[in-house]
């Protein structure tokens, strides 16, 4: 068990699971002195985004059991996602325009690792709903707001797809608040199950290959990491690096590959195709244990089921030159590590594209965010690129041109 930060000692009358999220918060953010909530996306960018999100089906549902009731109530009412950034915000106009002295507003991340313990972060951090009270809030900026969160849950795969919160004074931790977030979440997640019925009922078989648009996407993690991170069924399962190249090549190849094909992607040089039947076997045994909608097919091997690598997805958002979205979910480049050919492409197909994307189109703050990225620490173009597109008068030229100065030296 992790030590207490000392400025919980001086904070006994915590309840548990405050105080439980206060060690969290410290142990990410040492001080609550000065967090200001950043804005993810600029307004384009998060109507792309709301418009992908699952999300997006339940909004008729909490605005007419939430929002509408809400607007001459002092309270607020927000939606985010499983990441805890705020999709939708909305309410009663005063309140919003008090929000947004805090940032509680569209765009911005109320994660608990960003912003420390609040409900809407909190709550995606346990799963359950939850309901802070004042100064429980980490962040003294926030001492005088309340707030009930409550997690929405995918109906057949139990995973998060977010959040739904009030906030604002007492009453949005009133006795009969959590009750009425939680029958408003119980009835969105009943609409999302209408609608996938619908969509079973429409499309029976469709054609490997071709699925409909999911309600939640199983995904799998391969940037900045050589163990994949795989989401799917509501769980998070960490595979070998060999597991990873597997899936993600799969992923990346719907139509499917013979076992020639996948151990020519997957191994760097000539191998039996002794290996690569092995490796399957061992992973149709790890998937059925833990993932079994995704045990691959065999002849040709295939996925039964969309899979999103978070790699196409850069790929994706970079091809509609939505760079934010891109830098949102690029953490590295793909399976730094790996030497499987596939891998090895799409790393650095990837990195050329985002640097040039980047370095072409994007704006100043997007282009000083992937500088942060550890690819691009040594490259002095980028960096010249960066003193070429901020104002004479920016107070962040002087971080750039002291580490152009250090790239010299």
């Known amino acids: 068990m992790p030590p207490t930060h000392p400025l919980l000692a001086d904070l006994p009358a915590l309840r548990p699971l405050v105080r439980e999220s206060w060690q969290r918060s410290m142990d990410a953010l040492s001080t609550p002195a000065g967090l200001t909530p950043p804005v993810v996306w600029e307004s384009r960018e998060l109507a792309e985004f709301r418009r992908d999100h699952p999300l997006a089906a339940i909004m008729p549902v909490i605005s007419k059991l939430l929002v509408q009731p809400s607007r001459d ?137 071709s699925f409909n648009k999911p309600l939640y996407r199983d995904s799998l993690q391969v940037l900045g990491r050589d163990q994949g991170l795989l989401h799917v069924s509501g769980q998070a399962l960490t595979l070998s690096e060999r597991h990873t190249e597997i899936l993600a090549v799969l992923a990346l190849h719907p139509e499917g590959l013979s076992a020639e094909e996948l151990s020519d992607k997957v191994y760097p040089e000539g191998t039996s195709l002794t290996s690569i039947r092995a490796e399957m076997v061992r992973l149709r045994k790890l998937l059925a244990a833990e993932a079994p909608t995704l045990v691959p097919e065999s002849r040709p091997y295939r996925l039964p089921r969309t899979l999103v690598v978070d790699a196409e997805q850069v790929h994706n958002y970079l091809d509609r030159g939505a760079h ?76 750039v041109v002291a580490h152009l100065e250090a790239l010299a030296r």
């Open 73 to 209: 109530t002092g309270l607020l009412i927000a939606v985010g996602d499983e990441h805890g950034r705020l999709l939708w915000v909305e309410g009663d106009p005063s309140a919003r325009r008090q929000g947004e002295h805090i940032n509680f507003a569209m765009g911005a991340d109320w994660s608990e690792t960003v912003v420390g313990t609040s409900a809407p972060g909190t709550a995606l951090v346990l799963g359950r709903s939850v309901q802070i009270v004042g100064q429980e809030h980490f962040n003294p900026a926030v001492h005088s707001w309340s707030c009930t969160a409550v997690p929405v849950h995918d109906p057949d795969s139990g995973a998060i797809l977010g959040i739904v919160d009030i906030t604002g004074g007492p009453d949005a931790v009133g006795a009969n608040t959590l009750s009425l977030v939680q029958a408003t979440v119980a009835a969105a997640q009943a609409q999302l199950r209408i609608e996938r019925l619908e969509q079973r009922v429409q499309h029976p078989t469709p054609k490997h290959g």
């Open 324 to 399: 934010r979205l891109a830098l949102n979910i690029y953490r590295g480049e793909v399976m730094p590590r790996s030497a499987a050919p596939e891998i090895e492409g799409l790393r650095t197909r990837l990195a050329i594209q985002l640097r040039e994307a980047i370095l072409n189109d994007a704006s100043p703050e997007v282009l000083l965010t992937y500088l942060q990225l550890p690819e691009a620490a040594d490259d002095v173009e980028a960096w010249r690129c960066a003193l070429r597109v901020l104002p004479p008068r920016s107070p962040k030229r002087s971080a």
